[in-house]
């Protein structure tokens, strides 16, 4: 019923086939992921949402969900996680238009469920391959960059790696960007390896089994000496 819960965050995507949402909500106590659809461009809509996550209904915390889209009924989403303890990154995908999801979600981040904090995930699609990229405590006290590839819509995922060459647990690499055109992946963020924040950028053109060396900072005043935050990539 209205306002009973907590309904937060949404994000859209829209394609030929329709406009979709998700956000996260407490209705079920804990926030899980929501999910609707509409395929006659937003005049009608599900009666009921989908949900996202498949652990048990309100039990821990789903939250920051992104959704991509493929133009033939194909809908990803994406969100932190912490029914393990710590935080974790997540996925899910639906092949019928955002009415259901897969039974059973995905676990992208690396190590042990729970081991680490990741946090911000953030989606990239192009054609069959989906990105999902997020900042990462996996490799020490200060936070890494981390990306996930499938080359499946969704379906399966490659182990995470990291696109950076800074010392891994030791420079604070944050909020992600992705952008994808065929299998050529762009991605920015911003780290403090020289003492301030700068923003720097990478390329793969293997769907990121490879990367350009070395990343490219882009920010152009003096390397480290001020704060160059959230960065934003996009490409077509």
Do not use: K
């Given at each position: 019923?209205?306002?009973?819960?907590?309904?937060?965050?949404?994000?859209?995507?829209?394609?030929?086939?329709?406009?979709?949402?998700?956000?996260?909500?407490?209705?079920?106590?804990?926030?899980?992921?929501?999910a609707n659809a509409s395929t006659d461009g937003?005049?009608?809509?599900?009666?009921?949402?989908?949900?996202?996550?498949?652990?048990?209904?309100?039990?821990?915390?789903?939250?920051?969900?992104?959704?991509?889209?493929?133009?033939?009924?194909?809908?990803?989403?994406?969100?932190?996680?912490?029914?393990?303890?710590?935080?974790?990154?997540?996925?899910?995908?639906?092949?019928?238009?955002?009415?259901?999801?897969?039974?059973?979600?995905?676990?992208?981040?690396?190590?042990?469920?729970?081991?680490?904090?990741?946090?911000?995930?953030?989606?990239?699609?192009?054609?069959?391959?989906?990105?999902?990229?997020?900042?990462?405590?996996?490799?020490?006290?200060?936070?890494?960059?981390?990306?996930?590839?499938?080359?499946?819509?969704?379906?399966?995922?490659?182990?995470?790696?990291?696109?950076?060459?800074?010392?891994?647990?030791?420079?604070?690499?944050?909020?992600?960007?992705?952008?994808?055109?065929?299998?050529?992946?762009?991605?920015?963020?911003?780290d403090n390896r020289s003492g301030g924040y700068?923003?720097?950028?990478?390329?793969?053109?293997?769907?990121?089994?490879?990367?350009?060396?070395?990343?490219?900072?882009?920010?152009?005043?003096?390397?480290?000496?001020?704060?160059?935050?959230?960065?934003?990539?996009?490409?077509?």
């Amino acid at each position: 019923p209205d306002g009973t819960g907590m309904s937060l965050a949404p994000q859209l995507a829209a394609d030929s086939s329709g406009v979709y949402a998700t956000w996260y909500d407490n209705r079920n106590g804990a926030y899980d992921i929501f999910a609707n659809a509409s395929t006659d461009g937003g005049e009608v809509w599900l009666d009921e949402p989908a949900r996202v996550d498949t652990d048990d209904r309100g039990e821990a915390y789903s939250a920051s969900p992104v959704l991509v889209v493929d133009g033939v009924g194909g809908v990803v989403i994406a969100w932190e996680d912490s029914r393990d303890g710590r935080s974790d990154v997540y996925t899910n995908v639906s092949v019928d238009y955002g009415q259901t999801f897969a039974p059973s979600d995905v676990r992208l981040d690396p190590g042990g469920a729970g081991n680490a904090d990741s946090f911000y995930p953030r989606l990239a699609r192009s054609g069959f391959n989906v990105y999902v990229a997020w900042h990462d405590t996996y490799g020490g006290e200060d936070r890494d960059i981390y990306v996930a590839h499938s080359g499946d819509s969704g379906v399966t995922w490659s182990e995470a790696v990291r696109p950076e060459t800074a010392n891994e647990g030791l420079v604070d690499a944050l909020y992600p960007s992705v952008a994808a055109v065929g299998d050529t992946l762009h991605i920015a963020w911003q780290d403090n390896r020289s003492g301030g924040y700068d923003v720097w950028y990478r390329q793969s053109s293997d769907a990121g089994l490879t990367w350009a060396a070395p990343e490219t900072r882009m920010d152009r005043d003096t390397q480290g000496l001020n704060q160059s935050n959230r960065a934003h990539v996009s490409a077509y």
